[in-house]
């Protein structure tokens, strides 16, 4: 059964910087795809971005070049370096994994980040 587990929210001032960290096991596939969403109080969740087989990534346009994800494959750790944080990113973090070419997601239980003006 494939588990997914986040850590590393907390609060930051606008401006500030954080990292997510996504560790996912119990998988026996190839092919996993990651990915980042979030959901802000309120509003519905979205995709912040996501990484595939090919270790290609794509981001959300609300925070291209401010966000970068990457993976330790050997960990099977996927990341979410996020800077120049605004409040408006203020929200509950989500990671999720899939099987590439799949809908189905697997979520992690999230984690709070805040971002103070």
């Known amino acids: 059964q494939v588990q997914v587990v986040e850590s590393g929210g907390g609060a930051v001032q606008a401006g500030g910087s954080l990292r997510l960290s996504c560790a996912a096991s119990g998988y026996t596939y190839s092919g996993l795809c990651m990915g980042w969403f979030r959901q802000a109080p309120g509003k519905e969740r979205e995709g912040v971005g996501s990484i595939d087989r090919d270790g290609m990534t794509s981001y959300a346009d609300s925070v291209k070049g401010r966000f970068t994800i990457s993976q330790d494959n050997a960990k099977n750790i996927l990341y979410l370096q996020m800077s120049s944080l605004k409040p408006e990113d203020t929200a509950m973090y989500y990671c999720?994994?899939?099987?590439?070419?799949?809908?189905?997601?697997?979520w992690g239980q999230g984690t709070q980040v805040t971002v103070s003006s």
């Open positions: 999720a994994a899939w099987r590439c070419g799949f809908s189905s997601k697997v």
